[in-house]
């Protein structure tokens, strides 16, 4: 079975930092690019980043850049979302998920297989 | 900015009934690149359709979707118990963005 699991949400203070990790399992993520997602509480999702499948080309949406960095770990096929500069609206439940693949050099796609989330927090 | 609106917000509906969801884009999707989830509280969002109307892996054939340009459609034929849930349009022609959701729930 192919599958994600997200990890390391919690509750953090404005300008904190925070690392999410996501294991996958069922699958290789060399083969895929690989994205976060977010969801605030009473908001819908928000893409966050993408990495390409060797890790050389990464996106980030504009709220978000310079404060977080995706990357990954093809050997231990894990993901990861280092967040720093935290602010009281990035606080979401932070999903990874698997981009299909794709013949072409696609920066954006749509996901095929979504863990169930981490929450974070950013409160005082 | 590109923005998908979804419609209506909640559809209350019986188990047997069709169901027919909306999602508008501001701005033409490019090469229909649209996609729909069903989202259920607790759980991983599942990918239904991609490419605007192809069915994903797994997924019954009363679900379909269709549109092009900047309308499109999911229209689930049959609801089934089990599909009483969130669903959201997502498009990746541009950047990429979600819809805020339908939520189908039971009448």
């Given at each position: 079975?192919?599958?994600?699991?997200?990890?390391?949400?919690?509750?953090?203070?404005?300008?904190?930092?925070?690392?999410?990790?996501?294991?996958?399992?069922?699958?290789?993520?060399?083969?895929?690019?690989?994205?976060?997602?977010?969801?605030?509480?009473?908001?819908?999702?928000?893409?966050?980043?993408?990495?390409?499948?060797?890790?050389?080309?990464?996106?980030?949406?504009?709220?978000?850049?310079?404060?977080?960095?995706?990357?990954?770990?093809?050997?231990?096929?894990?993901?990861?979302?280092?967040?720093?500069?935290?602010?009281?609206?990035?606080?979401?439940?932070?999903?990874?998920?698997?981009?299909?693949?794709?013949?072409?050099?696609?920066?954006?796609?749509?996901?095929?297989?979504?863990?169930?989330?981490?929450?974070?927090?950013?409160?005082? | 900015?590109?923005?998908?609106?979804?419609?209506?917000?909640?559809?209350?509906?019986?188990?047997?009934?069709?169901?027919?969801?909306?999602?508008?884009?501001?701005?033409?999707?490019?090469?229909?690149?649209?996609?729909?989830?069903?989202?259920?509280?607790?759980?991983?969002?599942?990918v239904l359709i991609y490419g605007a109307s192809t069915r994903a892996t797994g997924i019954?054939?009363?679900?379909?979707?269709?549109?092009?340009?900047?309308?499109?459609?999911?229209?689930?034929?049959?609801?089934?118990?089990?599909?009483?849930?969130?669903?959201?349009?997502?498009?990746?022609?541009?950047?990429?963005?979600?819809?805020?959701?339908?939520?189908?729930?039971?009448?």
């Open positions: 079975e192919e599958r994600l699991v997200e990890s390391g949400g919690g509750l953090v203070q404005p300008g904190g930092s925070l690392r999410l990790s996501c294991a996958a399992s069922g699958f290789s993520i060399s083969r895929h690019w690989m994205t976060w997602v977010r969801q605030a509480p009473g908001k819908g999702l928000e893409w966050v980043a993408n990495i390409k499948e060797d890790g050389t080309d990464k996106y980030y949406v504009d709220s978000v850049r310079g404060r977080f960095t995706i990357s990954k770990n093809n050997g231990r096929g894990s993901l990861y979302l280092q967040m720093s500069g935290l602010r009281g609206d990035d606080t979401a439940i932070y999903y990874c998920a698997r981009e299909a693949a794709r013949e072409a050099y696609q920066p954006y796609y749509y996901m095929d297989v979504w863990g169930k989330g981490t929450t974070v927090t950013v409160s005082s | 900015e590109f923005v998908l609106t979804q419609s209506p917000g909640t559809l209350s509906l019986s188990p047997g009934e069709r169901a027919t969801l909306s999602c508008r884009a501001s701005q033409t999707v490019s090469s229909n690149y649209l996609a729909w989830y069903q989202h259920k509280p607790g759980q991983a969002p599942r019954p054939d009363r679900f379909s979707g269709s549109g092009s340009g900047t309308d499109f459609t999911l229209s689930i034929s049959r609801l089934e118990p089990e599909d009483f849930a969130l669903y959201f349009c997502q498009q990746y022609g541009s950047s990429l963005t979600f819809g805020g959701g339908t939520k189908v729930e039971i009448k």
